[in-house]
């Protein structure tokens, strides 16, 4: 099978059927749609019984799960897909009708003798208006990888289809007792280990970050979440994403955010730095931000 499109939801049975639809219009058809039910309370199991009831061109994979939130979803779905390409559908979003044939063609221009070192294909995010969700690269296609995007001006969320294979080999940490875990740590991750992506400037998803998202929650599952919080920074300073007093800064925003909850041992640690070293460092950046301010 050529495509996974893989779904993640949990209480969106209001909306998830503009899904549906829209990958019943698709004008490619070798792909299967996997939905990891992450506990929804609401009628999204009786909806999936209808839809799986319907003569569909492709294959309806629906899981129910404990909820245990986004990442533990994906890794649920890796597990099971069976396309080559696993391309992630937010429940709230859906596809243009000529997504998969677009990104097919897009990934059949990937040498043969290359596509080793890549890890998929990255198209646009739109609005319902067909803006492009932040910014991107001039020109039709970039080969880069993901850490590499802010070199070249590619801001945003975009649209990222990849290779099942390589997602198998980098399955998201799962912490105990969070449910929150940003997808930047595992492509960052393969980023890091010189995997590109091919980037082209075609719109496949039209997004909508509605008031009950991942978006709109923002800082607040970081906080959450300490250990996934605390494993993205020390990932953003080893992968030279924040460096010199941008990482410092960063590691004291976490501080000042968990001190009230955590000791600061449990703190440090979070962060993947020696427990005296770290006081030293936020004693001397400390006295920094007091003379700053002045």
Partial sequence: MRFTVF???????????????????????????????????????????????????????????????KHRAINKGIQIAHGELFYIVDSDDYLLDSALELMNNIEQTIPMEKKSTFCGICGIRANENKQFIGKTFDGDTLDITMLEREKHGITGDKAEAFYTDVLKQYQFPEFEEEKFLTECVVWDKIAYDGYKLRFFNEITMICEYRKDGLTAAGDSLFVK?????????????????????NKWLKYLEYYYALRDKHSFSKIAKNLHYPVFQFRIRLFFLKLFCKFYDR
């Fill in 225 to 245: 979440n300490p250990k996934g919080w605390g494993l993205y920074l020390y990932q953003c300073y080893r992968f030279r994403k924040i460096h010199g007093i």
């Fill in 7 to 69: 779904t993640p939801t949990y209480n969106r049975g209001y909306i998830i059927e503009q899904l549906y639809r829209s990958l019943q219009r698709q004008t490619f058809k070798d792909f299967e749609w996997v939905v990891v039910d992450d506990g929804s309370l609401d009628n999204t199991p009786a909806l999936f019984e209808m839809f799986q009831a319907e003569n569909n061109s492709f294959p309806i994979v629906y899981v129910r799960t404990e909820n245990g939130g």
